[in-house]
């Protein structure tokens, strides 16, 4: 016979977060990653170690707006929701396609992908190079923390056990004059995960950069990025030459330590790495906007 769980589904968020302070509870928004993460044997239902709580259906949870200039997304936001909604850029659109399939998108959410902290989380290499913050709720309050602080490592997150993540801020996603791009290698175009992800923002004033950011994804435990490299192209004018590349590029081959595993060889990921960037690089394609 199934071992019986404790499961709550609350009506509101406060009632939500209540329950959160009261008890330590394992969340579930789509379940695509924690019922994958539990499962057994099977026909035998997944195993979760504490009391579960719902929270995809919270309303509170699931509005997309802007607010000046930074676009805030509900975390329990499903990515078919985020492809349907006209606010949310067509790169961050571009990340979601390449996700699973139609299936999973119906049920997988923007903030799972986030406290998931996995290092081939398709939509984090583009939430860092929005520098994205994000916003913590529990009884006690609101916090926001940056992206890069809130992920520590390999599904290590900074998470109090009765926060519940609220919100994705992301500050540059709607200015004008930014050039973003995102690129995922995997076997296949979608519903697959990623050998290496790769996202990069410019910025140029006429051909000078004001603000350049790159991060690479699944080839390290966490995004992998250099925010010196970052500061030392800029003031730099496009088309960089050969050299400059060059030198950017020996740096990350030194930053870059992926892994060999079931999907790819750290060789074959820290090439296809280096590429991407000595691709993103060149930039002539952006003179031609
Ligand atoms: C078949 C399949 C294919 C997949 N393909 C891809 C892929 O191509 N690319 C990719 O990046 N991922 C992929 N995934 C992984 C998964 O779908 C995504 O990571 C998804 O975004 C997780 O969202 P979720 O709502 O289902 O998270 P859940 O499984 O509900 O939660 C994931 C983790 O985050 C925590 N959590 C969730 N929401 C919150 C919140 N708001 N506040 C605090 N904690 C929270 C949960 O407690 C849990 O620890 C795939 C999964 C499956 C099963």
Do not use: W
């Not at 590029?249 to 820290?270: C, E, G, H, L, M």
């Amino acid at each position: 016979m199934a071992e019986k769980i404790i499961a709550y589904r609350f009506n509101r968020l406060d009632q939500t977060l209540s329950q959160l302070n009261k008890e330590n509870c394992a969340i579930i928004a789509g379940g695509t990653d924690v019922m994958v993460m539990h499962k057994s044997r099977r026909g035998v239902p997944p195993k979760i170690p504490k009391p579960i709580v719902f929270i995809d259906h919270l309303s509170e949870l699931k509005r997309v707006y802007q607010n000046q200039k930074d676009l805030h997304i509900g975390a329990c936001c499903t990515y078919s929701e985020l492809l349907g909604n006209p606010l949310i850029p067509l790169v961050l659109k571009k990340a979601i396609k390449t996700i699973a399939a139609p299936a999973i998108r119906n049920r997988g959410t923007l903030g799972g992908n986030v406290c998931n902290a996995s290092p081939a989380g398709d939509t984090l290499p583009l939430l860092y190079v929005y520098n994205a913050k994000l916003l913590l709720r529990s009884v006690k309050g609101d916090r926001i923390v940056p992206i890069s602080d809130f992920i520590q490592g390999v599904r290590r997150i900074q998470r109090e056990p009765n926060e519940i993540l609220a919100e994705i801020i992301l500050p540059s996603a709607l200015e004008e004059g930014a050039h973003v791009v995102f690129e995922k290698v995997g076997n296949r175009n979608a519903d697959a995960i990623a050998k290496v992800g790769f996202a990069g923002y410019i910025r140029l004033n006429g051909y000078v950069i004001e603000d350049v950011r790159f991060v690479f994804g699944a080839v390290g435990p966490t995004m992998v990025r250099s925010v010196d490299m970052e500061k030392m192209l800029l003031g730099k004018t496009v088309p960089l030459v050969d050299s400059e590349i060059a030198q950017v590029v020996a740096s990350f081959d030194k930053i870059i330590n992926p892994i060999d595993d079931q999907r790819s060889t750290a060789i074959y990921r820290k090439t296809v790495g280096l590429n991407l960037l000595r691709y993103f690089l060149s930039m002539n394609q952006y003179l031609n906007d």
